[in-house]
């Protein structure tokens, strides 16, 4: 019975549906650790996370089965055994496991027990929960495979430990959150860890899948909950971790110890990894923004630019009558600073046109918000003609509080196959703008230096679809509406409750009326990236059609 173990952890990225690039990936990683024992792949690496319906398709699960055969075929070869994450059907009952490949057979299979369901998880309806699993054996050495949510409460890991596992190797698909990092390693790991007196390696998933995006991170813990191991996050990683046995059981060697990602980098790194393997993976040649010289579209440039390279990225500027020369100037600046290509297209006569073309039917009433939302119609066609016409990806760029409260023109602004701003608030939009004028994000591919114009992040907000208009008109300022919106969206709170913590309560109840109203428009919105617990359409699902009110 051997003394010491090499355990490699391929953080990678998966592709959903990908079988034979996923596959690739496996083998390319137990190449790269021929040396090892064994080399572990992410929560159903074979196929991708979430698979979602996908995974109901028999012919998918045909196919996993197959690839997942010839890779234990392939480990007759000299080399490392693998954990590698697939579907399994046994008894007719479609299951989320993992198999331990070896000697050119599956030498076991255990199925994930726990199966979440919150939030942006559905398993249940899609897989059976296994039962309570046994240890595999590998090199003499009992191993506890639990997969991600069976160790978010104490059941499995301690029937493991009680069944004589003497380590932990879980597999997790776990979406990125803000501050999810200390929930994951302190509120989760290192419990199951001191609880049992057993090291637990946690291996996650990175990169993009539609919503949810993957930061990585994976780590290491000892069984008296110490930090042995530390991967980067954002990035894929293929790292070897050396384990010793001791007279108090296996013991991981302290290994790489990299530093994670602060605030609000993390933030920025999850919208250009997610929206880089979008439009990879969905086959555009880069994306086109409208420019309008506001915080929101010079953000999202910034992060398009990051994401894809500038060369693949095209702002469009599209002035009305109530553009200002301001406006203009700081478009042009973004463009210039981020190495663009960038087009002026004056909507005037796309305007005058509508204008004339409704003026019957507009007949004796005044000008108000049916006429300002044209604008922003307009440029929306405009946008969605040159996508048509060149093939890049139209991406929106509304932010999170303009979202909540329906402040956005449906079919307009909000037209756009992908935003990465969509589960920001406006406060983070600026807090991220400030900071990427001052830092390159470690994955990010554009420029150094300041490449938001200061006046763009001085300026007061405004849609300019009407003169001297401003957002706080029909809003109230950020400052005040953030807050509330935290509190209504991320935590539910009453009027009452947030009235209690001093918030007016006519401008609380005005906003949780938007709120609601806005609902219809949200479900029509372009996906984005999840940042927070509580983001639109994954996480939060209300009624289009509802009178309740909280005050």
């Not at 596959?23 to 390319?28: C, D, M, P, R, S």
């Not at 109901?56 to 196919?63: D, M, Y």
């Amino acid at each position: 019975m051997p003394d010491t173990l090499r355990i490699t952890l391929a953080q990678l990225n998966q592709s959903v549906g990908d079988l034979d690039g996923n596959a690739e990936g496996v083998l390319a990683a137990r190449k790269q650790a021929r040396d090892c024992d064994l080399v572990v792949f992410p929560e159903l690496h074979l196929i991708g996370y979430p698979p979602e319906d996908l995974i109901l398709k028999p012919a998918l699960i045909e196919r996993a089965a197959a690839r997942l055969q010839s890779l234990a075929e392939a480990s007759a070869a000299p080399g490392p055994a693998m954990l590698v994450g697939s579907a399994f059907v046994l008894d007719g009952a479609l299951h989320n496991g993992v198999a331990l490949l070896d000697q050119g057979k599956v030498q076991a299979v255990r199925l994930k027990h726990e199966l979440p369901n919150y939030g942006t998880f559905d398993e249940m309806r899609l897989f059976q929960p296994g039962p309570l699993p046994e240890p595999v054996v590998l090199r003499g050495t009992m191993i506890g495979v639990p997969i991600c949510e069976d160790i978010w409460r104490s059941e499995v890991c301690r029937h493991l430990a009680d069944f004589g596992a003497e380590m932990f190797i879980c597999i997790n698909g776990s979406p990125y959150e803000i501050n999810k990092d200390a929930l994951r390693i302190e509120g989760v790991a290192k419990r199951r860890a001191v609880d049992t007196g057993l090291p637990l390696a946690y291996l996650n998933r990175v990169g993009g899948q539609d919503e949810l995006v993957f930061d990585g991170a994976s780590f290491v813990v000892n069984g008296d909950g110490n930090l042995a191991v530390q991967l980067a996050d954002w990035e894929e990683q293929v790292a070897e971790t050396r384990w010793t046995r001791t007279a108090q059981g296996w013991r991981c060697d302290r290994g790489v110890q990299a530093a994670l990602a602060g605030h609000p980098e993390d933030i920025y790194c999850a919208m250009v990894l997610a929206l880089r393997d979008y439009v990879r993976r969905n086959g555009f040649p880069g994306v086109v923004l409208g420019l309008s010289g506001g915080i929101d579209s010079a953000t999202c440039a910034a992060i398009a630019v990051d994401a894809l390279g500038a060369e693949r990225v095209w702002g469009v500027m599209m002035p009305s009558r109530f553009t200002s020369r301001q406006s203009l100037d700081d478009a042009a600046a973004c463009a210039d600073a981020l190495g663009i290509r960038y087009s002026v297209l004056p909507i005037g006569e796309a305007v005058a046109g509508f204008d004339s073309m409704l003026g019957e039917s507009f007949e004796g009433t005044n000008r108000d918000i049916a006429e300002e939302n044209l604008q922003s119609r307009i440029r929306g066609t405009a946008l969605m003609a040159l996508s048509n016409k060149f093939g890049p990806m139209v991406m929106a760029t509304g932010n999170k509080s303009e979202m909540s409260v329906g402040y956005a023109t449906i079919y307009g602004d909000m037209a756009g196959g992908y935003n990465p701003l969509k589960d920001a608030y406006k406060s983070t939009v600026f807090a991220l703008a400030r900071w990427r004028n001052r830092q390159v994000p470690r994955i990010g591919l554009g420029p150094a230096g300041a490449v938001i114009p200061d006046s763009t992040l001085s300026r007061a907000p405004s849609a300019e679809l009407r003169p001297d208009q401003r957002d706080s008109d029909s809003l109230p300022d950020y400052a005040v509406l953030d807050p509330i919106l935290v509190g209504l969206v991320e935590h539910d709170k009453s009027v009452d409750q947030l009235v209690r913590e001093g918030f007016v309560r006519e401008t609380v109840q005005a906003v949780e009326r938007l709120l609601h109203r806005a609902e219809y428009k949200r479900r029509q919105a372009s996906p984005g990236v999840k940042l927070t617990a509580r983001n639109f359409g994954r996480d939060r699902r209300y009624p289009i059609t509802h009178a309740f009110r909280s005050g």
